[in-house]
């Protein structure tokens, strides 16, 4: 997609980015709209796409961070071309997404990797070291102060104060949620008895919209703690834990979490339909691999979009964003693709029609 910035066009109703790109359509000199709702996990790498995109020329895609359920919903009504996903769509609404498509499957094309911190704000520790199970305790109310001797045998020498626990967790749907509760049912089983779902199961804890929203709420809470999109927890300036997964602590960098992307498998090898393999992922336990990693798709008609001019748009779109969009990724708490990765993905966007 050869794309030039036309503007940002902000939306009423939502927080989010409306990213304003220009995409260039087979060439041609008309311009195409090619819009895309939901993930907020997404929302930062679509603003910056849409720069790194901004003298390519071209038609207009417009994308808004309003939360991966509300993504879902407009994708199948047809109100928007794609939707933005942090979770694949259920089997209800794989059905749905096909009618939508003109009886053509939907795909998932995970173009964005983005890793989980959990960040907190806790005065006078600046080198939390966390386990699954204990992450899982603290957000489900078994464990509810700093000083618990399972976060101190976790942190020798820490000056952990006697101070209550404040978990905070996202209040909408959301495919963060829901990836976060799958990570904890494989890396934790024991502690975590409740099933993923993009509505938060844990025990207690204070609620917030969205990641700007749980984002602002640890900021401005002493004690607090969320698990939120690594970009948003460095805009904030929130401590982030290291986790010990069964290999070490490992902290979370640009390294470590490629590390892990490096590991990704799909579910079902040689289909476009891209569907990582979460459970997978999320039981890693390899040696400096930071595996608490977010993919979120871009939910796409396989074919069927009713302008001709749509999915043309679309692969020139991604596939600039391939080439051109990856550096300064890492700045904004994302992991930019490997060459590796992006060879896999490579294929779905050229079949798209």
């Known amino acids: 997609m050869n794309i030039q910035r036309k503007g940002v066009r902000a939306s009423a109703a939502v927080a989010g980015v409306a990213a304003v790109m220009a995409v260039s359509a087979c060439g041609g000199s008309g311009s195409t709209t090619i819009t895309g709702e939901g993930s907020t996990a997404q929302q930062k790498a679509m603003e910056h796409f849409s720069k790194v995109l901004t003298d390519k020329g071209g038609a207009v895609l417009d994308y808004t961070g309003s939360g991966s359920g509300d993504g879902i919903k407009k994708f199948l009504a047809g109100d928007v071309d794609f939707a933005g996903s942090d979770s694949p769509l259920k089997d209800e609404e ?20 983005g890793p989980v911190a959990l960040a907190y704000n806790l005065e006078g520790v600046d080198d939390l070291k966390l386990s699954p199970t204990v992450i899982a305790k603290i957000f489900d109310s078994k464990i509810t102060m700093w000083n618990d001797k399972d976060i101190a045998a976790l942190n020798p020498g820490a000056k952990l104060p006697a101070a209550k626990i404040v978990p905070v967790h996202r209040s909408d749907s959301s495919g963060t949620t829901d990836n976060f509760q799958k990570f904890l049912q494989n890396a934790a089983p024991q502690a975590w008895p409740h099933q993923h779902s993009k509505e938060f199961k844990g025990a207690g804890g204070s609620a917030a919209s969205k990641s700007t929203g749980v984002g602002d709420t640890v900021k401005k809470t002493a004690g607090a703690v969320t698990y939120v999109e690594w970009g948003f927890a460095t805009e904030n300036n929130l401590g982030v834990a290291a986790v010990d997964f069964g290999a070490g602590a490992v902290k979370l960098t640009a390294d470590s979490a490629a590390k892990a992307l490096d590991g990704i498998e799909f579910k079902t090898p040689g289909s476009k339909d891209l569907v990582v393999d979460a459970d997978a992922l999320f039981k890693s336990k390899a040696p400096g691999a930071y595996p608490l990693i977010l993919t979120p798709y871009s939910v796409v008609c396989s ?36 060459a590796g990765y992006q060879a896999k993905i490579k294929p779905t966007i050229d079949a798209l029609k």
């Open 94 to 113: 794989v059905t749905k997404a096909k009618a939508r498509c003109g009886g053509n499957d939907a795909w998932h094309l995970p173009l964005v990797a």
């Open 303 to 338: 074919a069927g979009y009713s302008s001709a001019k749509t999915a043309p748009a679309m692969r020139e779109a991604f596939t600039t964003i391939l080439n051109d969009g990856q550096t300064g990724l890492g700045e904004l708490g994302y992991v930019p693709l490997p």
